[in-house]
C-alpha cells in the first residue's frame, strides 16, 4: 500500500476519532478533559469539540483528493503538534487542585501521533506524486 493510499486511510480514522473527543471525554476524562465533571461543565471543553468535530470532518473529506488538500492536512498535523507541546507542559502543572499527568498518556500522545502521521505520510504522498 502506498503513502497516498494510507494517508486517506488516516485522514478518515484521525476524522472519526476528533468526532469523538466528547465521548472519550466521559469514557476517560483523566486522559481527554481538563475540567472536573461532565464534558458539557465547561464553557472552554465544549469550544474545543466544536473546533475538533469541524476539523474532524474536514478530514473526513480530504481524504478525497489529500493532494488538493495539503494546507488543511499540514494544519492539522502542525497545530496537533503544538497542542500537544502545550498540553505536556501544562500536564506538569496543577489547576484547581486536579492533577492533569493522565494527559500524558491521553490527548497529548494521540496529538503527537496526528501530527507524525499526518505529516510523514503527507510528505510521503506529496514526494511520490512529484
Known amino acids: 500500500m502506498n503513502a497516498l493510499s494510507l494517508l486517506k486511510i488516516a485522514l478518515v ?3 472519526v476519532v ?3 473527543i466528547y465521548p472519550l471525554a466521559i469514557v476517560w476524562p483523566s486522559g481527554w478533559a481538563w475540567h472536573e465533571g461532565a464534558p458539557y461543565a465547561s464553557d ?3 469550544m474545543i ?3 475538533y ?3 474532524g ?3 473526513i473529506l480530504a481524504a478525497r483528493d489529500p493532494l488538493a488538500n495539503k494546507s488543511l492536512i499540514w494544519f492539522a498535523a502542525w497545530s ?3 497542542h500537544a507541546g502545550i498540553m505536556a507542559q501544562q500536564s506538569f502543572g496543577m489547576t484547581g487542585g486536579m492533577n492533569h499527568m493522565g494527559h500524558l498518556m ?5 496529538l503527537l501521533g496526528v501530527a507524525i502521521v499526518l505529516g510523514g505520510l503527507l510528505w510521503s504522498a506529496d514526494k511520490s506524486a512529484a
Not at 491521553?106 to 494521540?110: C, E, K, L, M, T
Open 13 to 15: 480514522v484521525f476524522g
Open 18 to 20: 476528533m468526532l469523538l
Open 44 to 46: 472552554y471543553y465544549m
Open 49 to 51: 469539540v466544536g473546533v
Open 53 to 55: 468535530a469541524v476539523l
Open 57 to 59: 470532518i474536514f478530514l
Open 80 to 82: 496537533s503538534l503544538v
Open 106 to 110: 491521553g490527548d497529548v500522545p494521540a
